[in-house]
């Protein structure tokens, strides 16, 4: 920052420099630009003039002149002292020209004028020109390096989250450098955190697999030997608890495939309402719930049909789970905006717990009833694929007495 303060702070001294340079030599003052001084000795040689009527004549081929009667000439105390000190005075019309009473007795007075002052005439604006080039030019050219500087600040700080990366040309030359500099070592940090942390969710989850496939065998093998009907309830519970544990090793998966990095979207336009009705018809197959749907007609929208169809899946499916007899998927339009919102009749969500809802692995269940249990990844993934489609997630009481998500999509 010290480079670009500095930088300013020259170019003001050197503009003040050439600024004053220019203007004492396309300015100069000169005597002889006023037809007319209006001074003590100007005033002094029209009364000397007046005295005798030779220079009444010459000073009537000169001006514009008459006599007045003193008496005629209404002054303020302070001018009519002036005037019968010095015996002549000048005054200014509305025109602002200038005309003298100069006194020839006590009287008398001769009337000088009006006369015109004339002011400074320059035959062309190039000076005008000349003086915007000089200033004008190099504070634009500053003014463009720094907003092309702040412009490339601005995309760095919007990739070092470590899902892009950033690179400033000329860096050299750059009034940030250090800055930028701190930020590249800055996403390097979180690219390395990011990867290590994919890295052992996917490690992991992969090393799940195996002794969860021994487990299952040894299971199925358990069953042909075991003739006590008690052991069979185990036996139940346990491959139940292996089914849990592989769907959380693949929603893992999933998560941290989408967490990697925002994947190439097939971006084409699709009828949004078909795109709900093929969720809602695949989720209504195994349940009782009532699923409600208030869309309209037909709606074109532009987006990954597949990721968004899995953003609407993974909201309805947790509606699903929570609601007591009906859950509602609304679709409407408002200005700038396409709004798109789920909400069911069931216990609802906390107000205090509304930021968390959103994020990987929160679960707001603390019990993991088999029902309704799940592992706090399913809404973590609607808000990833969202903010592939530049828009947001919220949520909020319903009128059916649960809870509201909205997804709003920009158009």
């Known amino acids: 920052m010290g480079k670009l303060f500095a930088s300013l702070y020259l170019y003001i001294i050197v503009s003040l420099f050439l600024v004053s340079g220019v203007i004492e030599q396309l300015w100069p003052y000169e005597d002889n630009q ?39 000439l209404m002054l303020p105390a302070e001018q009519q002292q002036e005037l019968n000190q010095h015996n002549y005075i000048y005054l200014f019309d509305q025109q602002q020209r200038a005309i003298w009473y100069i006194a020839i007795d006590n009287e ?30 190099p504070v634009g050219l500053w003014s463009f390096l720094l907003w092309r500087d702040f412009a490339k600040l601005r995309l760095a700080c919007e990739a070092v989250d470590g899902s892009q990366d950033f690179e400033l040309s000329a860096t050299s030359k750059s009034f940030f450098l250090p800055i930028t500099d701190t930020l590249s070592a800055m996403q390097q940090r979180i690219q390395h955190l990011l990867t290590a942390q994919q890295e052992l969710t996917s490690s992991v989850s992969h090393e799940f697999r195996t002794p969860l496939a021994r487990l299952k065998f040894a299971l199925a093998m358990l069953e042909d030997r075991v003739t006590d009907e008690k052991a069979f309830e185990y036996i139940d519970t346990m491959q139940l608890d292996i089914v849990e544990l592989e769907s959380l090793v693949k929603e893992m998966l999933d998560y941290a495939r989408l967490d990697s990095q925002q994947p190439n979207l097939t971006v084409q336009t699709c009828n949004l309402v078909q795109l709900v ?27 990954d049909s597949h990721f968004l169809a899995r953003s609407i899946q993974n909201l309805v499916g947790n509606a699903l789970k929570y609601a007591h007899h009906e859950v509602r998927i609304s679709l409407v339009e408002n200005t700038g905006q396409v709004i798109l919102s789920v909400e069911d009749d069931g216990p609802g969500i906390e107000q205090s717990q509304w930021d968390t809802v ?53 158009k």
């Open 277 to 303: 009705e093929n969720v809602v018809t695949k989720l209504d197959f195994a349940t009782q719930i009532k699923l409600n749907m208030q869309l309209p007609a037909f709606y074109s929208y532009t987006c």
């Open 34 to 72: 006023q037809q007319i001084a209006l001074d003590d000795e100007f005033g002094h040689s029209l009364w000397l003039l007046a005295q005798t009527q030779q220079g009444l004549t010459k000073i009537a081929s000169r001006f514009e002149s008459e006599i007045v009667q003193k008496q005629d």
């Open 358 to 410: 959103f994020k990987p692995f929160a679960r707001l269940d603390k019990s993991r009833d088999k029902k309704t249990g799940g592992f706090g990844l399913g809404l973590a993934i609607v808000a990833k694929i969202v903010s592939w489609h530049q828009g947001c997630c919220a949520i909020s009481n319903s009128e059916l007495g649960g809870a509201k998500f909205t997804i709003y999509l920009p």
């Open 108 to 137: 008398q007075l001769l009337q000088v004028g009006p006369i015109n002052v004339s002011a400074p005439v320059f035959s062309s604006v190039w000076p005008y020109l000349l003086l915007l080039c000089v200033v004008g030019i």
